[in-house]
C-alpha cells in the first residue's frame, strides 16, 4: 500500500508542470491576440499619455515574467478575470464558467456511459467471433466511426431524428432529458470505437492465456470460461483508460456543443471566441486543460491500483 | 586522406540514399498486399488528383461574384428519383447552397485547402517532432530530460484543444491554421523519434561509426534518421487525418479558413440552418470529409500492420 501512496504522490507532483504548461499558454494567448488591450479599451481620439497612463495602471508596461507572475498569483485565488463581452460585460469568468460546468459535465457523464455500452459488449462480442464476418463487420464499424468527425455525425443525427423522424428536439434544453441523447450519442460514438478496439484486443490478449487454456480444459461451459473469468481480466485495461477518454471528450464537447447549442463550457469557448473575449477563453481553455490533467491522473492511479507492477516503475 | 574522405562521403550518401529508397520500395511492394493500404491509397490518390486538378475540371466557379436568387439552395439534379422538384437543377450533382454556388465544386476546391493545411502541418509539426526527438533521444542525459519533458507536457493535451487556443489567439487565416495545427502536434513525432534514437544509438554500426571520426549529425541524421523512416511514414498518414479533422473543426468554430475560401469545415457549418430545407448541403460534404479521413487512417494502420506486426490494434 505504501507504494501505491508513494506513486500517487509522485504522479500528482509530476502534474504540477503540465498545469502550468497550461496556464503559460493560456497566458500566452493574451500576447499573442493581435490588437492591444488598451487600445480597445479607450475611445480611438485617446491621447498616447493616457494610453500609457492605463497601460501602466493595468500592469501591461511591466515585463513578461511579472505579468506571467501576476497572471498565477490571481489564478491561485481563483480569480480569473472578467469578460469583455457586451452580454455579460464585466462578469466574473469564473462564474461564468461554474454556470456552465454542469451541463458539460452532464453530457460528458452520459457520452461516457454511451460510449462503454456500446464498445464494451461489441469488443468482447467482436472478439469471441475473430476473423469472421461478424468481426470484420465490427471493425468496419469502427474504423468509420473513428473517422466520423464528431459535427458532421452531429448533423447526421440531427437530419435523421430531429428533421425526418421528429423524435427529438433539434437543439438546445427545451426537452429536458430528451435534449441531452443526441448530443451525447454523437460525444459517445466516436469513442464508443476506440473502446470496442480496446475491449476486443484485451479480450483477444487475455484468451490466450494459460488459465483459461486450463479452465477450458477443465471442461467448464465456455459461457462461464468467458464471463466468470476471462472478461473480468479483460475488462480491467478498458476501464482504466477511462480517464484518458476525458481528454477526448474535452476536446469533442466543444464541438459537439456548438452543433447543437447546448449550454456547456464548449459552447462558451465558441461563442466567447466569436465575441473576442479572451478573458473567458482562456479561463475556459484552461477548465479544461484541467480535466485532461486530472483525467490522466486517474487514469495513471487507476491503472497502478489494477496493476501493481507499474507502481514500482 | 582526403581523398578517401570524399569518397567514404560518397558512399555514404548513397548507402542512405539506397537505405530511404529501399524502406519505400519495400512499403509499396508490401502494402500492395495490404487491401487497407490499397483502399486508402486509391482515395487519398483520387483526393489529391481532385484537388490538384480543381482549376482545370469543368466545374462550376466555386466562388462566383454575383449571386443568383434563382439558383440558392437547389437539389442536386439526381434527387428526382426521392420525389424533388428539380426543373431548375441541372448540372448540380451535390445541389446549390443558401447563396446558389455549386457544392460539388466548393467540396473539390474545400480539397485544396484541408490537403494543403494537413499536409503543411503534419510536414512542419514532423520536422519540429524529429529534430527535437532526435536530439533528446541522442544526446541524452539533461538535453533529454528537458526536451522529453516538453515532449510529455504536449503529449498530454489533446492536440485539438491546443489548436483551438492557438488559432483563437492568432486570429483566423489560412497561415495561422497550418502554424497551431504545427505547434500542437510535434509531440507525438518527438516520442517517436527518441524512443527510436534511443534504441539505435547502442547499436554496433553507430559505435562503428563514431569509431571512424563521423560527427554526431551526421551519425544522427545518416543512420538514426533512415531507420525511423518506416514508422515516421506511419505516423505521417494518420496525422494527416488527424490534421484534416482538426482544420474542419476550426473552420467549423470559426477560427481556421474564412470565407469565401471553400473549406469544408464551414461549409458544414453554414449547412445547420438549412438541414430540412436543403440537407444536401452538409450531407455530401461532410460524406467526402469523412471518406478522406477514413483514406489517410486506412492506409496509416495498413502500413503500421504490413511495418510491424505487433503494433497491431495498438492505438491511443
Known amino acids: 500500500m505504501a507504494d501505491l501512496i508513494s506513486y500517487v504522490i509522485r504522479k500528482i507532483l509530476l502534474a504540477i508542470p503540465v498545469i502550468l504548461l497550461a496556464t503559460f499558454i493560456v497566458f500566452l494567448m493574451l500576447y499573442l491576440t493581435p490588437g492591444d488591450p488598451i487600445v480597445n479599451i479607450l475611445p480611438p481620439h485617446a491621447s498616447a499619455d493616457d494610453i500609457a497612463k492605463l497601460r501602466e495602471k493595468y500592469g501591461f508596461d511591466e515585463p513578461f515574467i511579472v505579468q506571467y507572475g501576476k497572471f498565477l498569483a490571481r489564478l491561485v485565488q481563483g480569480d480569473l478575470g472578467q469578460s469583455v463581452s457586451r452580454q455579460t460585460l464585466n462578469l466574473a469568468v469564473g462564474d461564468l464558467i461554474l454556470q456552465r460546468l454542469p451541463k458539460t459535465l452532464e453530457l460528458m457523464a452520459i457520452g461516457l456511459g454511451i460510449s462503454y455500452s456500446i464498445g464494451i459488449p461489441l469488443g468482447v462480442y467482436s472478439a469471441l467471433k475473430q476473423n469472421t464476418w461478424k468481426d470484420r463487420s465490427v471493425m468496419v464499424f469502427t474504423l468509420v ?48 470505437a476506440l473502446t470496442t478496439r480496446m475491449m476486443r484486443s484485451s479480450m483477444l490478449e487475455v484468451q490466450r492465456q494459460d488459465y483459461i487454456t486450463q479452465l477450458r480444459s477443465r471442461g467448464l461451459p465456455e459461457r462461464e470460461v468467458i464471463f466468470k473469468h476471462a472478461l473480468k481480466n479483460a475488462i480491467l485495461p478498458v476501464i482504466t483508460v477511462i480517464g484518458l477518454d476525458i481528454g477526448w471528450f474535452v476536446a469533442g464537447a466543444v ?25 473567458t477563453v482562456q479561463g475556459c481553455i484552461l477548465v479544461l486543460a484541467m480535466f485532461v490533467v486530472f483525467g490522466n491522473l486517474m487514469a495513471d492511479i487507476l491503472y497502478a491500483f489494477a496493476d501493481p507492477r507499474v507502481r514500482l516503475g | 586522406m582526403r581523398l578517401r574522405k570524399g569518397l567514404n562521403d560518397r558512399l555514404l550518401r548513397w548507402k542512405m540514399a539506397g537505405g530511404a529508397k529501399e524502406v519505400i520500395a519495400g512499403m509499396v511492394q508490401r502494402g500492395s ?37 434563382e439558383d440558392q439552395t437547389l437539389p ?139 560527427r554526431n549529425i551526421r551519425i544522427m541524421f545518416t543512420h538514426v534518421l533512415p531507420n525511423c523512416l518506416a514508422p515516421l511514414i506511419v505516423w505521417a498518414s494518420v496525422g494527416v487525418a488527424d490534421a484534416i479533422t482538426i482544420e474542419s473543426s476550426l473552420s467549423f468554430l470559426g477560427v481556421g479558413t474564412q470565407p ?10 453554414r449547412g445547420i ?44
Open chain 2, 260 to 269: 469565401p475560401t471553400p473549406s469544408w469545415g464551414y461549409m458544414l457549418y
Open chain 2, 76 to 214: 442536386p439534379h439526381w434527387f428526382r428519383y426521392f420525389g424533388y422538384n428539380v426543373s431548375k437543377g441541372d448540372g448540380h450533382l451535390f445541389g446549390t447552397d443558401e447563396l446558389g454556388r455549386d457544392v460539388f465544386s466548393r467540396v473539390i476546391w474545400g480539397a485544396r485547402v484541408s490537403l494543403l493545411v494537413a499536409t503543411l502541418a503534419v510536414f512542419f509539426s514532423m520536422v519540429i517532432g524529429v529534430l527535437l526527438g532526435l536530439t533528446a533521444g541522442y544526446f541524452g542525459g539533461w538535453v533529454d530530460y528537458i526536451i522529453a519533458g516538453t515532449i510529455d507536457l504536449f503529449w498530454t493535451f489533446p492536440a485539438f484543444l491546443l489548436a483551438l487556443a492557438f488559432a483563437a489567439a492568432l486570429g483566423p487565416s489560412l497561415t495561422n491554421v497550418i502554424l497551431a495545427i504545427s505547434i500542437s502536434y510535434w509531440a507525438g513525432f518527438a516520442r517517436l523519434m527518441r524512443g527510436q534514437a534511443l534504441s539505435v544509438r547502442e547499436r554496433l554500426y553507430v559505435e562503428a561509426s563514431r569509431a571512424l571520426g563521423a
Open chain 1, 145 to 192: 466511426a473513428y473517422a466520423m468527425p464528431s459535427f458532421w455525425l452531429g448533423i447526421l443525427l440531427m437530419l435523421l431524428f430531429a428533421v425526418y423522424l421528429g423524435w427529438l428536439p433539434i437543439e438546445g434544453t427545451v426537452g429536458g432529458f430528451n435534449s441531452i441523447i443526441l448530443p451525447a450519442m454523437t460525444l459517445g460514438l466516436g469513442n464508443a
Open chain 1, 255 to 279: 464541438v459537439v456543443e456548438t452543433v447543437f447549442s447546448w449550454p456547456g463550457l464548449g459552447l462558451l469557448v465558441t461563442n466567447s471566441i466569436n465575441n473576442y473575449d479572451f478573458p
Open chain 2, 33 to 69: 498486399r495490404n487491401i487497407m493500404v490499397v483502399i486508402g491509397a486509391s482515395i487519398i490518390i483520387v483526393m489529391v488528383a481532385l484537388a490538384v486538378l480543381a482549376p482545370v475540371l469543368p466545374i462550376a466557379d466555386p466562388t462566383p461574384s454575383e449571386v443568383h436568387p
Open chain 2, 273 to 316: 440552418p438549412y438541414l430540412e430545407e436543403a440537407p444536401w448541403m452538409a450531407t455530401f460534404t461532410g460524406l467526402v470529409l469523412l471518406i478522406t479521413i477514413l483514406g489517410f487512417n486506412l492506409l496509416g494502420d495498413g502500413l503500421r500492420d504490413v511495418l510491424d506486426p505487433r503494433m497491431k490494434g495498438m492505438r491511443r
